[in-house]
C-alpha cells in the first residue's frame, strides 16, 4: 500500500481548520491539525511535511514567522506552502516564500483539487 | 554789564511784562488754540481751550524763574492733551509777538533767544512725549501683531487638529471595515467551507432537498462575502491603499474569465451574454489583471442585473497606439439624465427602491470608478432611459510614469 502523503494544517479557527483538514484528507492526504503557531513551530520542526496549509494571523506566532522556518529549513525543501489568508495585503508580501496564495474564503472543493493535483507530483 | 547779566536783565523785565500782560498774553493763546482746535485732528475740547492759555502763560513764567526742565513737563503736558505741532508752533509765534510789542529795542535779542530757549525746552517735551507715544504705538502694534499671530497660529492648530481627526478618523474607518471585514470573513469561509462539505456527499449522499438548501446557504454565504470584499475594496482604494500590479496581461484573456464567470448568471435570468473578441488590441498590456478584470466584472453584474429581457455584450477594441477599450451594452432599463449624476456614488443606485429589487450595496460602479482612475483611464456611459445603456472604458495600454 502506498503511503499517504503528510499535510499540517495550521489555522486557529476550529471550524476553518476541520475545512481545511477534510479537503486534504478527502484528497488523500495524512493530515494532523495545528491550532496555534507555538505548537506550529514546533511540529514544523519535528516532522517532514508535503503539504502546509498556513494561516497568517494567529495568537502567538504570526504564520509569517512560521512561513520563514519552513524556508530556512533544508529538510523541508521539498513542502509546499499554501497560504490560507484574508489579508491581501499580508499574503502579497510573502507571495514570493509560498507556493501559492488563497484568499479566505477558500472554497472547501477548489482546495480539494488543488491538493489533490499537487499530491504525487513531487516540488521542482 | 556780562553777557549773563544782560540776559539775567531781559529775564527780569520780560517776566514783568508778561505778568503785567497776563491777559492780552493768554487771550492771544486762546485765539492760537481756538483757531486750530478743529482743523487738527486734536483731542481737545473747546472748554479746555482758556485752560490751556493759563497753563501756557504759567508755563512761560516759569521759564523765566525755574529751569527749563518743568517747561519741558510743560511740553509733555500739551503733548499728552493732543496739543498739534502745528499750534505748538503757533503758540511760539504768539509769545514772539508779545515780546517784541512789548520789549525795548536794546534788550529784544536777549528776550527773544530766552524765547527760543523756551520753545526748545516745550518742544524738547512736547517731541519726547511723542516719541513715547510713537514708541506705545509700536509697542501697541507689536502687540496686536503677536496676538494676531497668536491667534492665527491658534487658529491654524485648530484647523490642523481637525484635520488630523479627520484623517485618524478615516484611517480609523479603513481600519475599522479592514478588521471588522476580516473577522466576518473567518465564521464565513467556515460556513461556505461546511456547506460546501454536505454538497460534496463528504458525510454522506443528500437528498434533493438537502442539497437545494445546501446550495442556497451556499450562495447566501457567497452574497455576503462579495459584499464584504467590495466594502473593503471601496475603503482601501478610498483610503489610497490600493496598490496596482504591474504586469504583463492579455486584454482578451480578461473578457474571456469574466465571460465565463457570468454566463451562467445570465442565462439563469433568461438573457443572453455575448463577448466579441478582437485582434486590433495588443496581445498584451502592462496593468494589474485581477482589478481590470474586477473592473470588466461589475459593470457585466451590474448589466445582468438591470437587464430584464435581451442581451449583455462585452465587446473589447483598441483605441490608437496608447489606449484600449473595453464596452460593456445591454438592453436593460437604461439610466435617465439625472440618475446619470449619481450612479458612480458609494452606496447609491440609480433608483433607490432598485436596492431591493436588484440587491447589492451600492459599490459596484463606485469601485469601478475609483479604479478607472487609479489606473489612468477613463469611462463614459451613454444611456437613455428604456434604451439600455453603455459603459465605456478606455485604459492604458501601458501605465503612465508618475
Sequence with gaps: ?124 | MDETGMTSNARQIVKQQVESGRDELASLYRKDIQELLFTNRSGIRPRMVAQIAEQEVDAFLRALTDSSESVQEHGIWLSQLGVSHQTLLRLGKSTRQFVIAHTDHDLLLDALSIVEQYEEAVALGFAQNHEEIILAEQERIRGALQLAVGRYTVEITEVKKIADQATEANEFKTKFIARISHELRTPLGALMGMSEMLQEGVYGPLNDLQKNLVSRILNNATTLSHIFSELLDQSQIESGQLRLKKEKFSPNAVVESVYSNYLSMALKKGISLHKELTNRVPQTVIGDQARTEQILSNLVVNAIKFTNTGRVNIRIDGQGEANWVLRVEDTGAGISEEDMQMIFEPFRQADETTSRRYGGVGLGLSIVLLLVKAMNGAIRVDSKLGQGSTFTVTLPVQPTQA
Aim: a negative charge; glycine letters at 4%.
Design chain 1, 1 to 124: 500500500m502506498e503511503t499517504k502523503p503528510f499535510a499540517l494544517v495550521i489555522e486557529d479557527n476550529e471550524d476553518q481548520n476541520l475545512v481545511f483538514t477534510t479537503a486534504l484528507q478527502q484528497a488523500g492526504y495524512a493530515v494532523e491539525s495545528i491550532f496555534n503557531g507555538e505548537t506550529a513551530r514546533q511540529r514544523v520542526a519535528a516532522t517532514i511535511p508535503d503539504m502546509v496549509i498556513l494561516d497568517l494571523h494567529m495568537p502567538e506566532v504570526d504564520g509569517n514567522v512560521i512561513l520563514g522556518d519552513i524556508r530556512a529549513d533544508k529538510r523541508l525543501h521539498n513542502t509546499r506552502v499554501i497560504l490560507a489568508t484574508a489579508d491581501a495585503a499580508f499574503a502579497d508580501s510573502l507571495q514570493p516564500q509560498a507556493d501559492l496564495v488563497l484568499l479566505k474564503p477558500i472554497s472547501f472543493s477548489q482546495l480539494h483539487q488543488l491538493v489533490s493535483r499537487y499530491k504525487f507530483r513531487p516540488k521542482e
